[in-house]
């Protein structure tokens, strides 16, 4: 009998097709060795870099060091209860946080899990955590202004929507204040905003959002938090789950996103310990040679999208937190060099009273006037040179020599204008208010006003006009450009007159 070996072998190979439908073949390795949030497992043959593991008893992990014989893992949880032996498990899927609306008004942690205690956060979404960012094709240049509501800020050193700014200074010169401050005067704007504390003692987080709540802003921001007792993986990815749940809003929604990196100082150190405990070779400040691009792949994915991409935005604002004012250090001049400019703050300016502490003369803004209003940009022009000619002057005028009359118009003007930009927390100003409260310190309206009645006067000023000529307010709000000067002009010189009389 002759057998017909291709209907055996067909016949097999159906049998074996079969019976692998039926059967759940996972990728399994196991624990070498575990310590320092760092686990070494054996066996992941096929694993791909940035994907979740999961350990046997429900930990999840990051393969981070793919190496010849064994895989690094990042464990993401208490390392403490993982031990040697134990299974790791594939899961084929590259770390994605949840994301969506549902998010809004929440404090979660970076991978999307609720730590507010409000239960919940059922998500129908999700994004991978890192993307490459968009080409130039897909970008617009920057020209819509992202409003601080800080008058300092929006008339020297603008923030438009789609850029990075750094904001950099010593600890305890108002950095986080600013950023508040911005997200607090988001709103009714329909920016989304996304605050990510990283390295932070839980109770800071704590009063933070409870500043937010009360000032109304959680209804349009989420809060990511990786705090200080949180792992170093925990601490170095929370930066990546906020820009992708930021990414969400921009990319499907079209809309106008804000994040705020607070602060990045810490993440590098985070990412540093992981390093090392990787035994990857350390540069300089024992920072890896990667620390650059830890920063930079962040924050190339703030961008304004064209009108083809829907025309969405996402506004970076890392925070840099120098030593004593040590701005040539490593992780300060990597991200000075990757952001479109920076808000520098300092310690003497923070102890004098000017809040918030800004200095003019280091800070900068590359997008510049493109990112004001009209009015902003005619009546600001001249108030950065008025700064820094006072400041140059002020150190004359501390020696004690006889000053001539120009000289000491300029000083004294300089005084006032300072105190004009002094600007207490969660108070921010709309644009039109400011462009008024500049306009009358750059015309000169200010110079007889006692220093000490600055502020009473420009709040009242802004009550009079409000109260008694709102076309004022109505014609910047609407237009963007300066109302009438003539009758500006004599709007202010009216008030200043009824003013002086009433101090008297």
Known sequence: MKVNTDEIVSVLKKEIAEYGKDLNVDEVGTVLEVGDGIARV????????????????????LAFNLEENSVGVVVMGDYLSIREG?????????????????????VVNPLGEPVDGKGPVNTKKTRPIEIIAPGIARRKGVHEPMQTGIKGIDSMIPVGRGQRQLIIGDRGTGKTAIALDTIVNQKNSGVICVYVAIGQKASTVSSLVEKLEAQGAMDYTIVVTANASDPAALQYLAPY???AMAEEFM???GKATLCVYDDLTKQANAYRQMSLLLRRPPGREAFPGDVFYLHSRLLERAVKLNEKYGSGSLTALPIIETQAGEVSAYIPTNVISITDGQIYLVPHLFSAGVRPAVDVGIS??????????????????????????????EAFAQLGTELDAATQRQIDRGVR??????QDQFKPLSVERQVISIYAGTKGYVDKIPVNKVKEYEDKMHEYIASMHSEIFDS??????????EKLKKILADFTDQFIKGIQ
Do not use: C
Request: glycine share 10%.
């Open 86 to 106: 134990f299974t790791v498990k594939r899961t084929q899927r590259i770390l994605e946080v949840p994301t969506g609306s549902e998010l809004i008004g929440r």
């Open 476 to 485: 910047i709000k609407k237009s963007n450009e300066l109302p009438d000067e």
């Open 241 to 243: 789950a906020g820009t």
């Open 364 to 393: 900068v803004s590359r997008v510049g006037g493109n990112a004001q209003i009209k009015a902003m940009k005619k009546v600001a022009g001249t108030l950065r040179l008025d700064l820094a000619s006072f400041r140059s002057l």
């Open 42 to 61: 054996y066996g992941l043959q096929d694993v791909m870099a940035n994907e979740m593991v999961e350990f046997q008893n429900g930990i999840m992990g």
């Open 417 to 422: 204008l300072v105190e004009l930009l002094k």
């Open 251 to 253: 990319y499907n929604e």
